[in-house]
């Protein structure tokens, strides 16, 4: 059944749709800060990893999660899965991260290891 007629299913799918468009610009806004973040620690030589950053930044998103009435383990799996995916295009961007891209990172985060929980190019995520 598609539903086609079903005016009520079309608004809902409209909101969807809406709120889909709004993420993806979001991530997107979120990789170019996450490149930043990276260029400017590489110019800076701060390192690459902050452990305790990572940590209550999972902690807060989960907490978060959890006012919003979302399952606070599925948020960090996105989370996980949103870092993964900026560390592999910061990875490709950058034509191979070198020996300190990464260096000390929380594996628990996909190796993400920057304050933004995202890769950066220039050698290191954090």
């Known amino acids: ?52 950053r990572e940590a209550a930044q999972v902690a807060r998103l989960r907490e978060l999660a959890r006012a919003a009435d979302l399952d606070p383990d599925f948020s960090e799996k996105f989370l996980r899965f949103v870092v993964s995916e900026v560390i592999r295009h910061h990875e490709s961007s950058a034509g191979g991260a070198g020996p300190e891209f990464g260096a000390g990172a929380d594996p628990a985060l996909a190796g993400a290891a920057d304050p933004e929980l995202g890769g950066e190019p220039g050698g290191g995520r954090g």
């Open 1 to 52: 059944m598609g539903g086609g007629g079903d005016q009520r299913l079309a608004e809902y799918r409209a909101s969807i749709d809406n709120i889909d468009a709004a993420l993806v610009l979001l991530l997107a806004e979120r990789f170019k800060i996450t490149e930043q973040v990276g260029a400017h620690k590489a110019a800076a030589g701060l390192p690459p990893a902050d452990p305790d």
